[in-house]
């Protein structure tokens, strides 16, 4: 089976979300998605996070169907949580599947510094989706395979104009 990873913070999680996981589902050929709420990440600050078991309602709510699993397992973790650690866990639970970790441009071309990024390549295939900004899929293809070493599934993808913090701030 072909699972794809999709983890942020969700807050709150919106139609853009859905659309992104719907989009990469059927362009990546995946047979199901495991919706991540993060935990304590460590690339933002947690401060303004709404509480752990809201966002999970949320994304509860948001994906529907089987296509999606919804899981805690970063939101149970103490402490930081890392991508490599979650990956492991994944692939304790998932051994004979293929993982797809699914993340945006802007993710993708900082990815190289993330906590034991080596490790997590190991494990998964990244797919990683373009953004609204000046990155073409061929400069992101050649960071891919220039600085991770590693083909990456460039999903072109037409963004829904809406940003969780927008959602906040209305």
């Known amino acids: 089976m072909r699972i794809g990873i999709y983890g942020g913070a969700f807050n709150p999680v919106h139609k853009g979300h859905v659309k992104l996981a719907e989009e990469v589902k059927t362009k990546a050929h995946l ?3 495991i919706i991540m709420p993060s935990g304590q990440s460590p690339h933002k600050s947690s401060h303004s996070l709404v509480e752990s078991e ?3 309602e949320m994304c509860r709510l948001a994906f529907e169907g089987e296509d999606y699993i919804i899981s805690d397992l970063e939101i149970r973790r103490e402490g930081k949580s890392y991508t490599v650690d979650t990956v492991t866990e994944l692939k304790k639970l998932y051994p004979d ?3 797809y ?7 993708l071309l900082c990815f190289h510094n993330w906590y034991r990024y080596e490790e997590i390549l190991s494990n998964v295939t990244i797919v990683a989706t373009t ?3 000046d990155i073409s899929i061929d400069e ?5 395979r220039d600085v991770l070493g590693k083909k990456t599934l460039i999903i ?7 940003s969780s913090t ?3 701030n209305e």
Do not use: A, T, W
């Not at 970790?101 to 993710?107: A, K, Q, V, Y």
């Not at 992101?140 to 891919?144: I, V």
């Open 97 to 99: 599947d293929e993982l």
């Open 156 to 162: 072109d993808f037409e963004p829904f104009e809406c």
């Open 54 to 56: 809201h966002r999970l």
């Open 101 to 107: 970790l699914i993340m945006g441009s802007d993710m």
């Open 31 to 33: 047979d199901k998605i």
């Open 131 to 133: 953004r609204q900004d």
């Open 140 to 144: 992101l293809k050649n960071y891919s």
């Open 166 to 168: 927008k959602v906040r």
